[in-house]
């Protein structure tokens, strides 16, 4: 390998210089003799732990859970196995929060045969496709203990494909040496990562070098780069910007819906660290089983009132009932006012008469035939009363809640800090073409198969990108599909998930046209999308710059009242659905702790395996920058 016009090595050769795997060769050559290592538990699909399987009789205390989304459903069912009466209050008419499901029956183009059946449900329609990743050890323990599956993909497919608006192409393969070596396969991966110049990618290596050193149980770590965006992090670091906005945005659009300029250093720490666990952790995902609302959100439902508990819809809780200031009793839900006319049943949006509605709804865009006139039961005030309160709402909710009842509350730092914290307003867009082929022509993996999804970069609206219809074959000829209702269709679906919302037009359609003018380019042979939809989020958590600090932890002031959910605090390094399940049951500890009950405690797994990289990496290195350190 010969050196540059500088006189410089290969920034690839200069790394696996450094790592010892060329050179000498002794450590190459013993790569494939050494052992994987043994995690127990934790390497497996679905965790087995003895302690968590228990269905226990009735105890006399009662629980409400304020928000029936992924969070609260969670505690709902682990709370409902250990005795307690529990009542579910959702302001939608249905379950699930953003990982919801449902029909629609106007997707698609008008002639599509399916639509001449009077019978036909319609499309299944989501929010957005979401992964399992293998560090989620304590939500697939949950899964596994309850019988709900997943749908697992080819062993030797991967998720980490790169496409630049230029052309270029780039794709991270899974490993296929042994710990802890697979690290190192992995840095060297990251070496042919061509969307990026030669220094990008050894620069690449050095931020993630610093990161996988990162401690999240360090309050000073945390607060060190909750303090500072990526940008700003890079820019002390002296990387560029490709490498900033191309390498970084496309990790921060997929896991935060989030970008460099705006989100904390403390989003990619928390990600490149519990990345740096075993391949399982990183290069081993499944999906739910499609549709989510029938595979694992109606079986939470049923499960809670098979258990003696509630799950009421259409409830908007507004007001919290105290006793004093050290105890809540209940919460009420309020009258819906005479001039609210309707409701959506997909995001409890509530349509005022006069408001413009057409065809959707103007808070999330669900189709219009997903309006509900008020129910009387709802022109009514509503009262619930339990021994333990769980807040179990995201984002906009959450802050109206505690605004509405900042006196009742107690006015404290704790419920302040709740309003100082930020919220995105991710879109995902689903285009309908006619005829196959574009996506695999020109969308494919690092083994010449059809991408099972992209990380397009340098686009100014693309997001994530997947192929709905697209059907991915594995080398052990196992096959696998996002949506078995289009894969063996002449027809391509394609779902991108736009992280800069706020640079997209208001209207759906013109969301739509903008996002396939984007993939056009990608595809140049791509149609004029014959259908489309549009969903849109208002309240997902976000990792800003000072977020991490003003969390609410689990335990509120007020000792009957806890927080649970993405956007609260637990000290536990975890993120994304894995956090909604560790929060669940973190709350539900504690409630057992209150009472008294000794059974029924729940054994909270490591997210993400224990690693030997990242202990080399929290020896040789630091998420502290030169001057920055602590005194």
């Not at 989501?126 to 596994?144: I, K, S």
């Not at 935060?256 to 995902?285: C, K, M, W």
């Not at 619930?384 to 509405?404: N, W, Y």
Request: some cysteine; glycine content about 8%; aromatic content about 10%.
């Amino acid at each position: 390998m010969t050196k540059d016009e500088k006189g410089h090595e290969p920034a690839r050769r200069r790394f696996l210089k450094t790592a010892g795997i060329v050179g000498g060769g002794a450590i190459a050559a013993g790569v494939a003799a050494v052992p994987y290592s043994d995690h127990g538990e934790l390497d497996k699909d679905f965790p087995k732990i003895k302690e968590n399987n228990v269905i226990l009789p009735p105890n006399g205390k009662s629980v409400i859970v304020v928000g029936g989304g992924l969070s609260g459903l969670q505690a709902a069912v682990e709370l409902s196995a250990r005795g307690f009466k529990v009542t579910v209050l959702e302001r939608s008419a249905t379950p699930g929060g953003k990982l919801k499901s449902w029909r629609d029956k106007h997707f698609g183009p008008e002639d599509d045969p399916n639509k001449m059946d009077p019978a036909f449900p319609g499309y299944i329609r989501e929010h957005g496709v979401h992964a399992v990743w293998g560090f989620y050890h304590n939500l697939r323990e949950f899964l596994g203990r309850y019988g709900w599956p997943l749908a697992h993909t080819p062993k030797d497919v991967s998720m980490y494909n790169f496409i630049d608006k230029d052309g270029r192409k780039s794709f991270i393969p899974r490993s296929t040496w042994v710990p802890p070596y697979d690290k190192l396969q992995l840095l060297d991966h990251m070496t042919h990562l061509g969307h990026l110049q030669e220094e990008d990618r050894f620069d690449a290596m050095r931020l993630i070098h610093r990161l996988l050193a990162f401690d999240y149980t360090d309050p000073k770590q945390r607060a060190y780069l909750d303090s500072m965006t990526v940008e700003q992090y890079c820019k002390k670091m002296g990387l560029s910007d490709a490498l900033t906005y191309k390498l970084c945005d496309c990790f921060l659009e997929m896991a935060f819906y989030d970008n460099a300029e705006t989100a904390s250093i403390l989003s990619l720490g928390l990600l490149v660290q519990i990345f740096g666990g075993t391949p399982r952790d990183f290069e081993h995902f499944s999906f739910y089983v499609n549709p989510t609302n029938e595979s694992f959100l109606t079986p939470m439902v049923n499960f809670i009132r098979s258990h003696r508990g509630e799950v009421l819809y259409t409830n908007e809780v507004t007001t919290v009932i105290m006793d004093g200031v050290k105890k809540i009793v209940g919460v009420k839900a309020l009258p819906v006012p005479k001039n609210v006319v309707m409701r959506c049943s997909i995001c409890g949006g509530l349509i005022f008469d006069g408001m413009e509605v057409e065809h959707e709804c103007p808070y999330c865009s669900a189709n219009s035939e997903n309006l509900r006139k008020i129910a009387a039961h709802e022109r009514t005030e509503r009262e619930f009363k339990a021994d333990f309160i769980i807040c179990a709402l995201d984002g906009q909710a959450l802050m109206q809640l505690v605004s509405t009842n900042m006196e009742a509350l107690g006015g404290t730092d704790y419920f302040k800090n709740i309003l100082g914290l930020h919220t995105s307003s991710p879109h995902v867009v689903n285009l309908w073409y006619e005829g196959r082929g574009y996506w695999e022509k020109y969308c494919q993996d690092d083994k010449s198969r059809p991408a099972m999804c992209l990380y397009p970069t340098g686009f100014s609206y693309l997001g994530v990108t997947l192929n709905r219809s697209v059907r991915v074959q594995g080398s052990d000829n196992t096959a696998w599909t996002w949506s078995s209702e289009f894969s063996d269709r002449d027809i391509t679906v394609i779902e991108t998930q736009p992280a800069k919302a706020h640079l997209l037009p208001g209207d759906s359609k013109s969301i739509a046209m903008a996002c396939h003018g984007e993939l056009k380019i990608m595809m140049p042979t791509l149609p004029e999308p014959k259908s489309w939809y549009v969903n849109r989020w208002h309240n997902y958590t976000t990792y800003r710059v000072g977020d991490e600090g003003k969390r609410p932890a689990t335990q509120s002031p007020i000792d009957n009242l806890l927080f649970i959910g993405d956007i609260s605090f637990v000290p536990h390094h975890c993120v994304y659905m894995e956090k909604t399940n560790v929060t669940a049951k973190w709350a539900v500890n504690l409630i057992l702790d209150k009472v008294g009950q000794k059974d029924g405690k729940i054994t909270i797994l490591p997210s993400g395996t224990p690693s030997l990289s990242t202990d080399l990496a929290r020896k040789t290195s630091s998420v502290f920058l030169p001057g920055d350190e602590p005194k």
